[in-house]
């Protein structure tokens, strides 16, 4: 084990994938608000690592869960929810991001595989197009049903 596994910034991110680089390991990206971790999750997480060797999960920040969820979310803070996904087996490395959309990021780190969960097209997934650029391979993996975040949370708020 050359490299450190948990909650990074970019600088100890990018040195932990040269050095699984450098032992030939397959470096597996995936990015989400994460904000109420449930087994939904788990299962996709396990499922995105298994393509790989390594597998880094990039988080929004609450700023930007914010905008995108709505008022009121995210429910659990940017580092709550980074620290929760850095205890999973499934998880290498885990990395907050303030933009939307993790591009910045992805033409930082070139992952091998880009994967995100949904039913939509790998044409429609956001950094595709950087990933594919430079041969790397984009994956698209089937949601676990009855499992969304914000399913929860509206049951929660007795709206469900």
């Not at 990018?14 to 470096?27: C, G, M, S, T, W």
């Not at 109420?36 to 880094?56: F, K, M, N, S």
């Not at 430079?134 to 007795?158: F, H, P, Q």
């Amino acid at each position: 084990e050359g490299s450190e596994r948990g909650v990074l910034g970019l600088e100890q991110l990018l040195l932990a994938v040269d050095d699984a680089r450098a032992h030939k390991e397959k470096i597996v990206f995936t990015n989400g608000c994460f904000d109420i971790l449930h087994a939904g999750h788990v299962t996709y997480l396990e499922q995105a690592r298994a393509l790989g060797d390594r597998l880094i999960v990039a988080v929004n920040d609450d700023a930007s869960v914010s905008r995108l969820k709505g008022p009121g979310r995210p429910i659990n803070s940017v580092d709550r929810r980074m620290a929760v996904l850095a205890g999973l087996g499934a998880v290498d490395w885990v990395i907050s991001f303030p933009e939307g959309t993790p591009e910045n990021l992805l033409s930082h780190v070139k992952p091998d595989v880009l994967v995100k969960g949904g039913d939509y097209g790998v044409d429609q997934v956001v950094g595709a197009d950087i990933v594919q650029a430079y041969g790397g391979d984009v994956r698209v993996l089937g949601l676990v049903e009855n499992s969304s975040t914000t399913a929860i949370v509206e049951k929660i708020r007795g709206q469900g």
